[in-house]
Each structure stands twice: as structure tokens, then as C-alpha cells.
């Protein structure tokens, strides 16, 4: 009951104020030009001009009293966190800053005694250490239990306190795009890790909720594990084979599709999780939580049959938000954090198609 307040009490809270974005101070000079680019000289995507593209973002001052969080996972060196958190802390004046740590799984509980000891003062988690994670906690939210992952953990005085930021970073960017899922269908694609969060927040926000996953036992053990959760919560669970049926069952017609699974995620830009041919409602809102590319083809599936789009960033940088807001106990700057998260989706993008890798998208 008290997770269900705690809850509500996040749909209930007004959408984050804007802060504008920081300004060049009176004087500043502009960082220095850089030369005609030059050839990569070593590994794919690791040239020298990715190297000076990299120095020219102005990074914050850091000496003796900086502050350090960061992400861990395996991989992370194409996470968007760093770009973002620090454009915040920047945006705030804040003497911190936040770097990707690429940790091993065998090495997640000795990252977390070496950060702690190192005085980190929050960690990311991001795949696949979410659940790894746990057993090395002083403490666990209501939540990140109840959905069996943990995203963020901040420094206690007794160890480490983890949490989950997802089901948080989705709702709050529902609400920032005006989109009230109250009595609505809505149908949840996928039941991995985001999957759980998504279905949580969409039934603690009164939504009917129906999953669609692949692996339909999945499915049925999410449903089956957040059932009971929310009185009088409608929640549903089926092969994906059954969208195609659903949907043309007038009698349920969604008001919001969310693909929560990784189809249609660079470098399987050209996929999608939606059936071709299958038409969307133009009254339905459709979320991808890909964001890498930031247009999938799911978003163009559904944009040409004239549905509205909201793609993944805005739950990454919400969720992002809430991990900052925790460990600073200060207000993110949202715009600030997505004109940053939203310009290195897209650069990064570009140059992975330049250069024809194969990355995984995560935090
Ligand atoms: N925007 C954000 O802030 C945000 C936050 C979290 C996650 N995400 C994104 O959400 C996606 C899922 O992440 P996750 O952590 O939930 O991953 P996960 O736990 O590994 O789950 C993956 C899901 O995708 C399904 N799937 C994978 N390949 C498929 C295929 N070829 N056909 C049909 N279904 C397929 C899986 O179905 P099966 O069960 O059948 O394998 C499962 O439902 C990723 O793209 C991730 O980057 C975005």
C-alpha cells in the first residue's frame, strides 16, 4: 500500500520546470577551432576526429572537491548518461561530474566496493548488471523490488541504496507529452526488464494494460508477478502472434502502443515489432522506447497511419532526472538534458552507419 502512495504520489507531482540553457559568460571565449578532420588512425569509430570532436565539448572544471557518479555496464562506451549528466551539472553550477565505467560481470560486487570506497556519491546500472546488483545493497526501494532490477544506487552511510528510475522516467515523459492513460487500453510490446517497468507505471496510472511478448511464458510471468499490485488493475498477457487479432477488435481499441522490446534498435534500424500491414488507430499514441536511431521504422509505421509519435529519449533523460535528482536533491535541468542526450543520438547514430558498427544501445 504505501509503494501504491509513493506512486501515485509521482503522477500526482507537476511535470518538471524548464530551466533554460546555460549561456556563454561575457568575455568566455569560444573553445578553439578545430582543423580539417583527419583520418581514424586506430579502431572503428576511434579516430583522431572523433578524439577532437570529443575535446571540444567544454567540460566542467574538475579538481580536489569534484563529485563522481557514473554508469556501469558492459558494454557502456556509446552510453548517452555522460553526455547528458554532465551537461546538467554544467547547467547547475554543479562540481561534478559523470563517466562510463565498463565493468565485467564477474567484477560487479569489486566495482561497487571500489567506487564506494573511491567516495562515488551514485551509480548508474544499466545492462546487465541490473539484477546483479543486488545482492551487493544495504537497501532496495519498494519499487526496484517489486520490479527485480535496479538502475540507480546512491552512497549511504551504511553501503548502497539501490533503486529503479524507469517506471518514474516513463510516466513523467507520458505527462510531459500531455498524455493521460487512465481507463485506456494500451498495449505493452515486449516483457524484458523495460517491459516491467512501463506495465508498472501504465497500471499504477489506471491503464488496462495488455502485453505482447515473442516468448508468451514471459509475458504471463510479468503479468503474473504484477498482478495484485494496483486494486482493480486490468492486466492481460499474450503471444505476440495475437496482436493482429486484438487489435482488429474494435471493442479494444488502444489508446497507446509502447515497444518496449530492442526490435527495431541499431544496428536492426530496418526492423520493427509491428506486424507490416497491421493498421494503428490515428487516435493512438505510439511510444518507442528505442532511441537509437531516435526515428525507428515502428515510429514510421505508425506515423503513416497517422497516429501520434513519442520516441525513447524522453524516458531516458526522465529517468535520468530522477537518478540526478537523488543524488543532488537539486531539480534537473529537463531541456538541458535532452538537447544533449537528443544531439549525441543523433551524432552517435551517424557515425556508427559511417563507420558500419555493431553497438548495443543502453543507458
Ligand atoms: N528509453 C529508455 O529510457 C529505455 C529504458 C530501458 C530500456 N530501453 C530500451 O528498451 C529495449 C528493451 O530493453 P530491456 O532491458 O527490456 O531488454 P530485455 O530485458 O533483454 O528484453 C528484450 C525484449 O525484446 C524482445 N525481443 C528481442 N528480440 C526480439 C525479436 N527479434 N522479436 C520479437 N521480440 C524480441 C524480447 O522478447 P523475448 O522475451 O521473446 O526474448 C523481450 O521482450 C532496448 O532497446 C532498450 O535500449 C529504453
Known amino acids: 500500500m504505501a509503494q501504491n502512495k509513493r506512486l501515485f504520489a509521482w503522477f500526482a507531482a507537476p511535470p518538471l520546470p524548464l530551466t533554460p540553457s546555460p549561456t556563454r559568460d561575457e568575455g568566455e571565449s569560444e573553445p578553439p577551432a578545430i582543423p580539417a578532420p583527419f583520418p581514424p588512425l586506430w579502431g572503428k569509430g576511434l579516430g583522431i576526429e572523433g578524439q577532437k570532436q ?36 554544467d547547467a547547475l553550477g554543479l562540481n561534478w561530474r559523470y563517466v562510463a565505467m565498463p565493468v565485467r560481470t564477474e567484477d560487479v560486487g569489486a566495482a561497487l566496493r571500489g567506487l564506494r570506497a573511491l567516495g562515488f556519491q551514485g551509480v548508474n546500472v544499466t545492462v546487465p548488471h541490473k539484477q546483479r546488483v543486488v545482492p551487493h545493497l544495504a537497501g532496495i526501494s519498494p519499487e526496484a523490488r517489486t520490479l527485480g532490477a535496479v538502475n540507480t544506487l ?44 512501463v506495465v508498472y507505471a501504465l497500471t499504477a496510472a489506471g491503464g488496462r494494460v495488455a502485453v505482447f511478448n515473442r516468448t508468451h511464458t514471459r509475458a504471463l510471468d510479468l503479468v503474473s508477478d504484477l498482478t495484485g499490485l494496483f486494486p482493480g488493475g486490468v492486466l492481460t498477457a499474450h503471444a505476440m502472434a495475437q496482436l493482429g487479432d486484438f487489435v482488429r477488435d474494435g471493442e479494444r481499441a488502444p489508446g497507446l502502443i509502447v515497444n518496449t522490446t530492442s526490435v527495431g534498435m541499431w544496428p536492426d534500424a530496418g526492423t520493427s515489432p509491428w506486424p507490416d500491414g497491421l493498421k494503428i488507430p490515428p487516435e493512438t499514441v505510439v511510444y518507442d522506447l528505442v532511441y537509437k536511431p531516435l526515428r525507428t521504422r515502428f515510429l514510421e509505421q505508425a506515423e503513416s497511419c497517422g497516429a501520434r509519435t513519442i520516441d525513447g ?21 529537463i531541456d538541458v538534458m535532452t538537447g544533449a542526450a537528443r544531439e549525441a543520438a543523433a551524432s552517435m547514430t551517424e557515425s556508427e552507419a559511417a563507420n558500419g558498427e555493431k553497438e548495443h544501445q543502453h543507458l
Open 154 to 197: 546512491s552512497a549511504g552511510p551504511d553501503g548502497w541504496h539501490g533503486d529503479n528510475t524507469d517506471a518514474r522516467g516513463f510516466i513523467r515523459d507520458l505527462i510531459a507529452h500531455g498524455v493521460d492513460v487512465k481507463g485506456k487500453m494500451c498495449l505493452v510490446l515486449g516483457a524484458g526488464g523495460a517491459a516491467r517497468a
Open 54 to 89: 570529443k575535446d571540444r565539448q567544454p567540460l566542467g572544471r574538475i579538481d580536489g572537491a569534484t563529485k563522481l557518479v557514473g554508469v556501469i555496464g558492459w558494454p557502456v562506451a556509446h552510453s548517452l548518461s555522460p553526455v547528458m549528466h554532465n551537461a546538467a551539472f
Open 313 to 333: 529519449i524522453g524516458m531516458l533523460v526522465h529517468q535520468g532526472a530522477e537518478a540526478l535528482q537523488l543524488w543532488t536533491g537539486q531539480e534537473a535541468p
